[in-house]
C-alpha cells in the first residue's frame, strides 16, 4: 500500500540557510575578522596624515603638496609623491619610448612661446596622462582607505566596502610588484586574503547597520 506523501518527511541539510545566531561562534569570529580588516583599512589611511617627522602629529597637509598661495606652483611636494613617483618611475611608466606605437597618437600643439607648431609624441602624451593617474589615485588613496575601513567597521553597505577594501590592497599588491618588494608584497597578499575571507562568510554577519 503506497504511503501518503503528505506523512513522509523530507531531511535537508539547510545549513547553508540557517540564519546565524546572534552570538553564535561563527558570528563572533566573522565579527572578529571585520574588525581586523576595517581597522588595518582605517589605522593605514590615518597613517598617510602623519607628520614625517618627530614630534609626530597628523594633518591633512602633510599628504597634500604646499602650493604658493599666488602663483599656485608647488613649494613642498606632500608625503602622497613617495607613493606615486616611485612605482611610476621604477614601473617604467615614465618612458615615453615604450609607449610610442607608431605615430597615429602623435599631436600638433601650439608653443606659446615660439608660435610654432610642434609635434607631441604619442608617448610622451600616454606617459604625461599616467602621470596623472598615478598622482590622483596617490592623494585619494588614504581618503579610500578611511571610507572602506570605516564602511566595514560600521557594518554600511558591507559588500560595497569589502570590495573598495579588496582593490585598495590589490591595486599596492600590484604597485609593489614593479618594484618588486616581494616582502611587502607578502604582507599585503595576506590583506587581499582576509578581505576575499569576509567577503565569502559575509552571511555571519550579525552585527551591521545594513544587511548588504
Given at each position: 500500500?503506497?504511503?501518503?506523501?503528505?506523512?513522509?518527511?523530507?531531511?535537508?541539510?539547510?545549513?547553508?540557510?540557517?540564519?546565524?545566531?546572534?552570538?553564535?561562534?561563527?558570528?563572533?569570529?566573522?565579527?572578529?575578522l571585520r574588525?581586523?580588516?576595517?581597522?588595518?583599512?582605517?589605522?593605514?589611511?590615518?597613517?598617510?596624515?602623519?607628520?614625517?617627522?618627530?614630534?609626530?602629529?597628523?594633518?591633512?597637509?602633510?599628504?597634500?603638496?604646499?602650493?604658493?598661495?599666488?602663483?599656485g606652483?608647488?613649494?613642498?611636494?606632500?608625503?602622497?609623491?613617495?607613493?606615486?613617483?616611485?612605482?611610476?618611475?621604477?614601473?617604467?611608466?615614465?618612458?615615453?619610448?615604450?609607449?610610442?606605437?607608431?605615430?597615429?597618437?602623435?599631436?600638433?600643439?601650439?608653443?606659446?612661446?615660439?608660435?610654432?607648431?610642434?609635434?607631441?609624441k604619442?608617448?610622451?602624451?600616454?606617459?604625461?596622462?599616467?602621470?596623472?593617474?598615478?598622482?590622483?589615485?596617490a592623494?585619494?588613496?588614504?581618503?579610500?582607505?578611511l571610507v572602506?575601513?570605516?564602511?566595514?567597521?560600521?557594518?554600511l553597505?558591507?559588500?560595497?566596502?569589502?570590495?573598495?577594501?579588496?582593490?585598495?590592497?590589490?591595486?599596492?599588491?600590484?604597485?609593489?610588484?614593479?618594484?618588486?618588494?616581494?616582502?611587502?608584497?607578502?604582507?599585503?597578499?595576506?590583506?587581499?586574503?582576509?578581505v576575499?575571507?569576509?567577503?565569502?562568510?559575509?552571511?555571519?554577519?550579525?552585527?551591521?547597520?545594513?544587511?548588504?
Amino acid at each position: 500500500m503506497a504511503k501518503d506523501p503528505s506523512s513522509v518527511t523530507i531531511v535537508t541539510d539547510a545549513s547553508d540557510e540557517r540564519i546565524p545566531l546572534p552570538f553564535s561562534g561563527k558570528t563572533v569570529a566573522y565579527l572578529l575578522l571585520r574588525v581586523l580588516v576595517g581597522m588595518l583599512l582605517l589605522l593605514a589611511g590615518v597613517d598617510k596624515f602623519k607628520s614625517p617627522e618627530a614630534p609626530y602629529n597628523y594633518s591633512f597637509s602633510y599628504w597634500h603638496d604646499e602650493k604658493d598661495p599666488q602663483s599656485g606652483e608647488v613649494v613642498k611636494n606632500g608625503r602622497w609623491l613617495s607613493v606615486g613617483k616611485t612605482v611610476y618611475e621604477h614601473g617604467g611608466f615614465n618612458n615615453a619610448d615604450l609607449f610610442q606605437f607608431g605615430t597615429f597618437m602623435d599631436k600638433q600643439v601650439l608653443n606659446e612661446q615660439t608660435g610654432t607648431a610642434e609635434t607631441l609624441k604619442g608617448g610622451v602624451r600616454i606617459t604625461n596622462f599616467l602621470s596623472y593617474i598615478f598622482s590622483y589615485y596617490a592623494q585619494a588613496l588614504p581618503y579610500l582607505m578611511l571610507v572602506s575601513g570605516g564602511m566595514i567597521l560600521l557594518g554600511l553597505f558591507n559588500r560595497l566596502g569589502l570590495f573598495l577594501g579588496g582593490f585598495i590592497w590589490i591595486s599596492l599588491v600590484i604597485g609593489q610588484a614593479t618594484l618588486p618588494d616581494n616582502q611587502y608584497i607578502s604582507l599585503l597578499s595576506n590583506y587581499v586574503l582576509m578581505v576575499a575571507l569576509a567577503a565569502a562568510t559575509l552571511k555571519y554577519n550579525r552585527f551591521a547597520i545594513t544587511r548588504f
